[in-house]
């Protein structure tokens, strides 16, 4: 708990000065309203029976006029430049967060929500950072009016003073039980608003998909399933709420109504002078105000612990796949790949998909993997540039374990082409350019050519610099293979991965593509997951690939003359 505190107190650490400047000007207004009504209490009390009280009472109301422009910029400091605080502490946990996700492996997502993960990013951290910036100026506002206040009136009638703070051990008590309920159902709240992001981010990211089967109503059912299950975690945060808020309301007022009767009785058997009584109900005010900043406060706590435990769960979890230390960087790659006893299986799944599989590639060798669905083709190709680890065994490149590799060379020195091809929604020009951040728009516009991408693109509306919208949704499924191509002929690794990349296109596409991944194919490693056979017959090497490993390996011809797991795969298609 002491390191959580710790850890949460550190993101002040850049922004002290604002963070001083915004106490110091919460001081200064809690300090103006203690003492605008001890200057009623000295008009009303002396002021009034001096022989000339008119000129005394206009220089007062000029000060008081003064504390009220001073308590205007105090007010409007704390409001904008504390914000400016809280905004900036946003900024730094968004950009931790962002870049902890970037670091953790594809096991993770396997398993995650993108609309939970993107709650985590927005209204989670916005609520701390509304902790960070309201939760310690409203305290120390409220401790210097509460103690100020008690201090002035216990000055004033030690015993009305006692009578006002008798009910303050009885709301400490109110709010300490009601706070520990609230704390769990603000927290419920918080699970449940991240299902239904990540409802929302599911449903509208296949929305293609819900109108080709007319199942709008479907989603819709889904989603108001979740969204009630969110109005009865509410329903239950705001019962404490109300509770909570109701109940220390009631005690407050109750305040003014004891301090009231009791100042009247004093006030009859002349124990005190009515303008006592007019300040004490002023303090009173002054006193129950900051209570009630305190009840906002709890909220606001609430909102902002749970939403930074959310944030600290993420942080927590360790990116399972990351550099070892001391690892080597990659220079001069040759693409010589080997499996040494490769064994393989999922997280939260024990059964093998790849099974003590050995495998020597050869620098420039174009190998085609075959095989029924499951066999572990993808598998395989997943665990060279290390977005799963192995198991058992080793990845040798070059002779080098992978794991001792740089992950951020590995990857640059391997090129991936997927069926599923996900373009980014910015224009053609910087989809093509996330191949090499640094290209130039010449070397874009060569790679493109180089794609066979070009001529299509210069028939768009406008060129290179054509929004492709999300996804990629304005283009078909032949052009946004060619870009992603493209982007792997700009980037220009020395190892290829092709996961299925011609089998959702049409003949005609296809053709085009293959071409494509022929001639960036040349003088490099090249893997191929092979879906359509026909794709692959002019492959120096073909590996039939099953969950007993590696079944069969040769040519189209070879493996067609043994008449065995391959020729059935082909003739079968």
Same mark, same amino acid.
Not at 243 to 250: D, I, M, R, T, V
Not at 371 to 399: A, N, Q
Not at 438 to 456: L, M, P, Y
């Given at each position: ?11 002040y ?14 001081i ?14 000295y ?5 009034v ?13 000029a ?6 422009v ?21 900024h ?20 995650q ?21 309201h ?6 506002? %409220?401790?210097?009016?509460?103690v @100020?206040? +008690?201090?002035? =009136?216990?000055? $004033? ?5 006692? #009578?006002?703070?008798?009910l ?12 520990k ?44 399933k ?9 329903k239950?945060?705001y019962?404490?709420?109300? %509770?909570?808020?109701?109940?220390? @309301?009631? +005690?407050?007022? =109750?305040?003014? $109504? ?5 100042? #009247? ?9 009515v303008?006592d ?8 005010n002054?006193?129950t105000e ?71 590639v ?5 190998l085609?993997?075959?095989?029924s ?47 599923d ?15 090499k ?8 516009i ?23 919208g ?50 960036l194919?040349?003088?490099?490693t ?35 003359a ?12």
């Amino acid at each position: 708990m002491e390191h959580k505190w710790k850890r949460l107190i550190s993101y002040y650490k850049p922004y002290q000065g604002l963070f001083w400047s915004d106490m110091l000007f919460a001081i200064m207004g809690a300090g103006v309203t203690l003492a605008i009504p001890l200057i009623v209490r000295y008009i009303t009390n002396e002021v009034v029976y001096m022989p000339e009280p008119l000129k005394m009472i206009l220089t007062l109301g000029a000060v008081m006029l003064g504390l009220v422009v001073l308590e205007f910029v105090c007010n409007f400091y704390i409001a904008y430049y504390g914000h400016i605080m809280g905004a900036n502490i946003e900024h730094d946990m968004r950009n931790e967060i962002f870049s902890h996700y970037q670091k953790l492996s594809f096991a993770f997502y396997d398993n995650q929500k993108v609309g939970q993960l993107l709650s985590r990013v927005t209204s989670d951290l916005f609520d701390i950072s509304e902790l960070l910036h309201h939760g310690p100026e409203d305290l120390l506002i %409220s401790v210097i009016k509460i103690v @100020g206040s +008690l201090i002035i =009136l216990v000055s $004033i009638n030690p015993f009305l003073a006692l #009578a006002a703070f008798a009910l303050v051990p009885v709301m400490a008590v109110y709010a300490f039980f009601m706070n520990k309920k609230m704390k769990k159902a603000f927290k419920e709240n918080r699970a449940r608003i991240a299902d239904i992001n990540g409802q929302i981010e599911d449903s509208l990211s296949g929305i293609r998909v819900v109108k080709s089967f007319a199942n709008e109503e479907v989603e819709m059912e889904k989603f108001k399933k979740g969204n009630s299950r969110f109005v009865e975690s509410k329903k239950r945060s705001y019962w404490y709420m109300g %509770s909570y808020n109701s109940g220390l @309301g009631a +005690l407050t007022t =109750l305040i003014t $109504i004891v301090v009231l009767v009791v100042g #009247a009785v004093l006030i009859t058997g002349k124990g005190m002078p009515v303008a006592d009584l007019i300040t004490f109900l002023l303090y009173i005010n002054n006193f129950t105000e900051p209570v009630k900043k305190l009840i906002n406060f709890t909220e606001q706590f609430q909102n902002g612990y749970s939403g930074y435990e959310r944030f600290l769960e993420i942080l927590a979890i360790e990116p399972d796949i990351a550099d070892v230390p001391g690892a080597d960087s990659l220079k001069d790659v040759k693409g010589d790949v080997e499996f040494e006893n490769v064994s393989f299986h999922y997280e939260d799944n024990k059964e093998k998909v790849l099974n003590h599989v050995n495998l020597k590639v050869r620098s420039g060798e174009y190998l085609a993997l075959v095989g029924s669905s499951g066999g572990g083709k993808t598998t395989l190709c997943s665990l060279i540039p290390r977005f799963y680890d192995v198991v058992e065994g080793r990845i040798l490149l070059d002779g080098t374990d992978i794991r001792r590799i740089q992950l951020k060379d590995l990857r640059d020195h391997i090129g991936i082409v997927q069926q599923d091809v996900y373009l980014f929604a910015e224009n053609i020009m910087e989809n093509i350019r996330y191949g090499k951040p640094d290209a130039t728009d010449e070397e874009v516009i060569v790679a493109a050519k180089r794609a066979n991408a070009h001529d299509f693109i210069m028939s768009l509306p406008d060129g290179y610099l054509t929004d492709i919208g999300q996804r990629g949704a304005k283009l078909s499924g032949g052009q946004k293979q060619r870009l992603s191509i493209a982007r792997v002929f700009l980037k220009n690794p020395p190892i290829l991965i092709f996961d299925e990349a011609t089998s959702a296109l049409d003949n005609e596409s296809e053709k085009i593509v293959q071409e494509s991944l022929e001639e960036l194919a040349k003088d490099r490693t090249t893997f191929v997951i092979a879906h359509r056979l026909s794709t692959i017959r002019n492959a120096e090497r073909i590996l039939v690939l099953t969950e007993n490993g590696i079944e069969e390996e040769g040519t189209h011809a070879e493996l067609l003359a043994k008449d065995g797991a391959y020729a059935k795969l082909y003739k079968g298609r």
